[in-house]
């Protein structure tokens, strides 16, 4: 089993900056891909950038030359430096770790898809 506890979120203004914290727990030797995703009440849940386990990154066009994602490859930690910020950033933002699947041989690994409980950004203009 893994855990996800988001953490940075907060108020800020249009232009400013925040980086958003997800501390993976338990049994990461699981993970594979992981990645951040948003929702603004009342819409659907948009991806905004995925790190895969090669190290390959790829971002929702809206936030491209803004958001970069990265891991910290000891403590497993995945971050997300957003710049720039606009009103229309403002949502909860989730964390989401993918599991090896089955067929991956990751012994006690099945595929598991693991979310944090997410973090407000709000963006004031």
């Known amino acids: 089993h893994v855990q996800l506890v988001e953490s940075g979120g907060g108020l800020v203004q249009v232009g400013d900056s925040l980086r958003l914290s997800c501390a993976a727990s338990?049994?990461?030797?699981?993970?594979?891909?992981m990645g951040w995703y948003r929702q603004v009440p009342g819409k659907v849940l948009e991806v905004v950038a995925k790190?895969?386990?090669?190290?390959?990154?790829k971002s929702t066009e809206s936030v491209k030359g803004r958001f970069t994602i990265s891991r910290d490859s000891v403590k497993g930690t995945l971050f997300l430096q957003m710049n720039s910020l606009t009103s229309e950033d403002t949502a909860v933002y989730y964390c989401k770790a993918e599991g090896f699947p089955e067929s991956a041989g990751v012994e006690g690994c099945h595929g598991v898809d693991y979310w944090g409980k997410g973090t407000l950004v709000t963006v004031s203009a």
């Open positions: 790190l895969s386990t090669d190290s390959n990154t």
């Open positions: 338990g049994d990461t030797r699981c993970i594979s891909k």
